[in-house]
Structures are given as C-alpha cells and as structure tokens.
T-cell receptor, first 112, second 114 residues
Framework: QKEVEQDPGPLSVPEGAIVSLNCTYSNSAFQYFMWYRQYSRKGPELLMYTYSSGNKEDGRFTAQVDKSSKYISLFIRDSQPSDSATYLCAMIGGGSQGNLIFGKGTKLSVKP | DVKVTQSSRYLVKRTGEKVFLECVQDMDHENMFWYRQDPGLGLRLIYFSYDVKMKEKGDIPEGYSVSREKKERFSLILESASTNQTSMYLC?????????????FGPGTRLTVL
C-alpha cells in the first residue's frame, strides 16, 4: 500500500460549485498536512497547512484532517475558473526527517 | 518572500550529454531537495541536502548526482542523459533539518532528452 493515495481525477465542475479533494494515508505518525496548488507548467505553491486533526479555513478554502480515519480533505467554495489546477496533498512526521510525502495530485477544471 | 529559482525553464538535450540543473534559494535555508514529476507518478524525491557538501539519496537517485558547494545553491547533474530522464524537475527548500516547515518550490525545469 502506498503511503499516500490521491485520486488523480480529472475532476470537472461548473463555476460556483463546491469542490472536495481528498487524500488517504497509511502512516499514523504523520502529523502535518499540506495542500499545494500547481498550475500548468509551474512549480507547486503552498495553499493550506494544518497540524493534527481539525479544520482550518482560509477564504474560500477549508482543510480538514481526520487522523482517526487517516483522511484529509480540501474544500473549495464558490469555485472559480482560476482554481483550475492540480492539487497535491503532502504530509510529514514520524521520522520522515523533513521529507514531505506527496500524493500524486488531482487535476481540477472549473468551467465558466 | 522566499524565492527559489531554477536556471532554466525548458531544456532540450541529447542522449549521453551531461546535464546540469541549477537551483538557488535566497532565504538561507539549510535543506534543499530535487524532485522529478511525471504524469501518473507524482513527485518523486531524487536527492536532498541538509547542509553544504552534505547529500542524501532520495527514492530514485540512479542516474543522478548532486552538488552543494554553497548553502544557497543545489545542483542536479545527469552524468549521461537518457530518454527516460525526460521529465519536469523541481527544486525545493526548507529552513531546517527535521523542520516541519513547508517546502518552497522553484518554477521547475522541463527537460527533454532526445
């Protein structure tokens, strides 16, 4: 079993929709969870960063972590065409010594 | 703002050529990383460095070497480029060893080996 699983999509939604992106993981030692956004032909940029279980909100974005289920989510409200990108989850902790473990990314397309 | 720059955005090389990819960060970060990103395979760690002249193999070091002569600069070297090394190469950095700080990425170098 891979350490981090992420549905690659592609996911296509109409503008204004609520988007849910998810990752599951197997290593219970992971403690820090990140979401990166990567536009086509660009490097990933940090979007959200959470520690342990719980929710974190930043504008239209909400990150959720459920450590008991080993499941993390990123919600995008009122999605915009500019949200069209690949979203990568990443996590760290438990002896990985600074190395992030990434999901493979979900490609999102928001249609106007 | 942290800035991570990579020497080239697009690069085309021939099989057997020696290729140098340069990465520079301007925030005095200790850790630097080289990844390659391929469709369906996600990001895979090639090498990382936690200090000047220090390096550690990542998940896929074969066919690559690295050099960290100065703190701000981390170079990835393809000794003899092969077509299966055609990929997007991403450099990243974090402040400290064992840090839970996020990684800051450069814009990427899209390398094509013919």
């Amino acid at each position: 079993q891979k350490e981090v699983e992420q549905d690659p999509g592609p996911l296509s939604v109409p503008e204004g929709a609520i988007v849910s992106l998810n990752c599951t993981y197997s290593n219970s030692a992971f403690q820090y969870f990140m979401w990166y956004r990567q536009y086509s032909r660009k490097g990933p940029e940090l979007l959200m960063y959470t520690y342990s279980s719980g929710n974190k909100e930043d504008g239209r974005f909400t990150a959720q972590v459920d450590k008991s289920s080993k499941y993390i989510s990123l919600f995008i409200r009122d999605s915009q065409p500019s949200d069209s990108a690949t979203y990568l989850c990443a996590m760290i902790g438990g002896g990985s010594q600074g190395n992030l473990i990434f999901g493979k990314g979900t490609k999102l397309s928001v249609k106007p | 703002d942290v800035k991570v720059t990579q020497s080239s955005r697009y690069l085309v090389k021939r099989t057997g050529e020696k290729v140098f990819l340069e990465c520079v960060q301007d925030m005095d970060h200790e850790n630097m990383f080289w990844y390659r990103q391929d469709p369906g395979l996600g990001l895979r760690l090639i090498y990382f460095s936690y200090d000047v002249k220090m390096k550690e193999k990542g998940d896929i070091p074969e066919g690559y070497s690295v050099s960290r002569e100065k703190k701000e600069r981390f170079s990835l070297i393809l000794e003899s480029a092969s077509t299966n090394q055609t990929s997007m190469y991403l450099c990243a950095s974090t402040p400290h060893w064992g840090s839970t700080d996020t990684q800051y990425f450069g814009p990427g170098t899209r390398l094509t080996v013919l």
